[in-house]
Structures are given as C-alpha cells and as structure tokens.
C-alpha cells in the first residue's frame, strides 16, 4: 500500500505521525470523572486509521461503547525541535476537524489495568478526518475557533479552543520539546464535553465556520 498523501492548497504531505492530546478541555475532563493534567496527556493513533468523510464506518467488535470526540486537528508544515510558543502558530500548515473514535469501555478497562490504551483509541479506522484548510493566521483565530458535533442532526458537542487548557501555541511547543517536529505531522487537539455513543446507522457530523461540514455513516 502507497503511504497516504495530502494536499494542502498544492502542497503535498505524508504524514508518518498522529499526535493525540487527551485531557485538554476542563469540561471533558470533568465528564470522565478525571483531573486536570498538568502536562499534555499524549498518545498516538497509526495513519492508516484516518478515514476520509463520506467513507462507512464500521463498529469495532472488540468494545461496545463507540463514543465521538470532535476536535480541531493541525497538520504540522515544517520541522522543528523546541519550538518557542511566540513562533509556533508559523509552524502549522493546514486545520481540519477530526474525530477521536474512543471505545470508551475497553479505555475504562485499561485504564483500571493501568494498560496502554491502544486497543481503545488506535483501532481500525479510527481517526476520520476532515480534508485541510491552508492555515491563515491571519483570517483564523485558533485561540476563539468554535466547531461542533451532532448526531443524527442533534447536537452533541459544542466547542471552542479558547477553553482549551493547553492553547494550540503551547501544545506545539510541548510536542517539540519530547519529539522532532515533521512536515505532515497531525495533531488531535482534545475534545470538549459532550462526548456520547454512536451506535450502528448514526450520522455523525463535524462542523466548523472554517472548515464546512464532514460526516460519516456507522454501517449496519
Ligand atoms: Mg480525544
């Protein structure tokens, strides 16, 4: 299989990398009965798990509780290493929006085993992912960018990055100091409160002033 390429405004990336963030929104935090971190929590989830919008979805069959967490996803455009908050909006190259498909009873599981949670966030197709917008900062404010989540057009989840407890300048700055950032890098930035299961015939809906609307289908 060819490795997955992705154009912003003619600019062709590879990603090799999915960065996720957990934990980045107080409210969601909240809901899942948890604390706040005090560092970026970090996982990861393989390319090949991004599903394009308008592909099916299908359940997974190891877990049953498929929960929907909408998030403003980046694509890094250049390398770095120990990025300066003040420079690191000059680092990203395009913005979408994306879902971090969690089966949230195989997370709760591990997370009492005390278990790497791959099982419940890195399974097949889970990342759909929106299609890029060429990063502007000057016409897009990702400190006040509000995107939202609905289900079979009802809303479910509403938010905005400015209530973010690691701002998008801050997260970029963490990640370059644990790891060397690379053209085509994706960030899952978190995901606000709301979260809730899709079960099998749901639309699910992605939607932002900035990026348009992206849905799929959970196959029967
Ligand atoms: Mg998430």
Known sequence: MSALQIAIEG????????F?????????????GSTAPEEPVVFMKPVCNIVAP?????MPRHG???HHEVEV???IGRGGQDVPEADALSYIAGITLGLDLTLRDVQ???KK???PWELSKAFEQSA???YFKTYDPNSIDLENFSFTCSVNGGLRQQGNTRDMLFPVRNLIHRLSGWWTLRPGDIIFTGTPSGVGSLKQGDQVGIESSVTGLFSWTISF
Not at 25 to 30: G, L, M, R, T
């Open 73 to 75: 996803v980046l694509m």
């Open 20 to 32: 996720c963030i957990g934990k980045n929104y107080d409210e969601h935090v909240k809901e899942l």
């Open 108 to 110: 709760g599981r591990l």
């Open 128 to 130: 759909p992912l929106g």
């Open 64 to 66: 049953s509780l498929l």
């Open 113 to 115: 085993l005390g278990l």
């Open 54 to 58: 308008g592909e099916t979805l299908f």
């Open 11 to 18: 600019r062709s990336f590879t990603p090799q990398r999915i």
